[in-house]
């Protein structure tokens, strides 16, 4: 069995609770230990990505989506005990659910974005 740092494992808990700040900032913690990990660094991207668009964010949404993709499409199917293909199915559904014609909403305003699908991470 493959032991990984215990942020990792705390991530999903939180991720699974809709909590992404917090999981930001456990994946941060392992990404600022070896920042050559392009796996976590996707995840990261992931996470922000959702905090983002939460406030209003809908640009810095898209991007970050982007990005994360972009990092984690090398490690399909399989990588550290996620199914990367789910993850990257999930980026996907949200980047086809973002409005593409909106940048920035005032947070009162919010609640008038298209919900965003929910993804629960597992280890496989």
């Not at 920042?35 to 983002?52: C, D, E, P, W």
């Not at 199917?77 to 973002?98: A, G, R, T």
């Amino acid at each position: 069995m493959d032991f990984f740092p215990q942020e990792y494992y705390e991530f999903f808990v939180v991720f699974n609770d809709g909590d992404y700040y917090t999981g930001h900032d456990l994946l941060e913690a392992v990404w600022l230990t070896d920042r050559s990990n392009l796996f976590i660094k996707g995840l990261l991207q992931m996470t922000v990505a959702l905090y983002h668009y939460e406030y209003g964010n809908v640009k810095g949404a898209r991007e970050m989506l982007s990005v994360a993709e972009h990092y984690l499409t090398p490690y399909k199917p399989l990588h550290w005990q996620l199914n990367v293909d789910e993850v990257l199915s999930y980026i996907h559904l949200c980047l086809k659910s973002i409005p593409k014609n909106i940048d920035r909403l005032d947070f009162e305003q919010v609640h008038l974005l298209p919900v965003l699908p929910k993804l629960y991470l597992n280890l496989e």
